[in-house]
């Protein structure tokens, strides 16, 4: 049963990252051989242009270097959650064990400090990408 979950979790957890990292990659081989170009096509470098957005500035490898940082720190953001949700289920379930509501408290605790320094972690690093 445990083994079931924790392949199930890293399946999902590697289809989250080829949809997170594939269209980055998808998008750079487009733009290196001159294809379809959806934000010129349809308009919305224009849209963005006139709401005040600067889309003219190419991404350069600190921009790429601070999505890989923030898109590890969301997902250990969702891991935080899970062990959130994992330790309310073994709360829910431990029918008045002490020592399974210790157990269970102690991983909600260290779930919602983790999740407060990654937070934090995360509102730093998009504060200095966005500073540069």
């Not at 199930?8 to 949809?19: A, K, P």
């Not at 081989?29 to 003219?56: D, E, H, I, M, W």
């Not at 959130?84 to 400090?113: C, F, P, R």
Request: proline residues 1%; hydrophobic residues 55%; charged residues 5%.
């Amino acid at each position: 049963m445990k083994k079931n979950l924790i392949v199930s979790l890293l399946l999902i957890m590697c289809l989250n990252l080829s949809g997170l990292f594939g269209n980055f990659f998808i998008s750079t081989a487009s733009a290196a051989t001159g294809s379809y170009n959806f934000n010129n096509s349809t308009g919305l470098n224009s849209a963005a242009n006139q709401a005040g957005f600067n889309v003219a500035t190419p991404l350069n490898i600190d921009g790429i270097i601070g999505l890989v940082i923030l898109a590890g720190l969301g997902l250990v953001g969702v891991v935080f959650l899970i062990l959130i949700v994992y330790g309310g289920t073994t709360w829910m379930t431990a029918h008045g064990n002490d020592e399974k509501v210790k157990k269970a408290t102690d991983i909600i605790m260290g779930s919602l400090l983790g999740l407060m320094i990654t937070l934090a972690a995360y509102s730093i690093v998009y504060f200095v990408i966005n500073a540069l």
